[in-house]
């Protein structure tokens, strides 16, 4: 088992910087892929970003490409999403993600076995 817990999000105006922050325990943190997908009400739960177990892979979605970055500390045990230039459209739930596939940095919501609660982003205009 995996536990996940989100901390980071807020209120923030259009043109802003916020830093998300997953802090996870109980397993080898670098056995698995971490990823970052968002949820906003009545559409589905949508990918982000991802990175490998050491770090060395990661993969983002169009929408987020150039403003996002995601990184890990291993020894931290945390992962974290850098977003800058927030838009009124990234307003949504924030969720990190783990995987076992620690070799790649997957996109497939169905590829993660384990879930933090969430963390609400707000983008105002």
């Known amino acids: 088992q995996v536990q996940l817990v989100e901390s980071g999000g807020g209120l923030v105006q259009a043109g802003g910087s916020l830093r998300l922050t997953c802090a996870a325990s109980?397993?080898?943190?670098?056995?698995?892929?971490m990823g970052w997908f968002r949820q906003t009400p009545g559409k589905e739960r949508e990918f982000v970003a991802a990175?490998?177990?050491?770090?060395?892979?990661?993969n983002y979605a169009d929408s987020v490409k150039g403003r996002f970055t995601i990184s890990r500390n291993n020894a931290k045990n945390t992962v974290y999403l850098q977003m800058n230039s927030l838009k009124p459209e990234d307003t949504a739930v924030y969720y990190c993600?783990?995987?076992?596939?620690?070799?790649?940095?997957?996109?497939?919501?169905?590829?993660?076995?384990?879930w933090g609660q969430g963390t609400q982003v707000t983008v105002s205009s």
């Open positions: 990175i490998s177990g050491n770090g060395g892979i990661s």
């Open positions: 109980g397993r080898t943190f670098s056995d698995y892929a």
């Open positions: 993600a783990a995987d076992p596939q620690r070799y790649w940095a997957p996109v497939g919501l169905s590829e993660y076995d384990y």
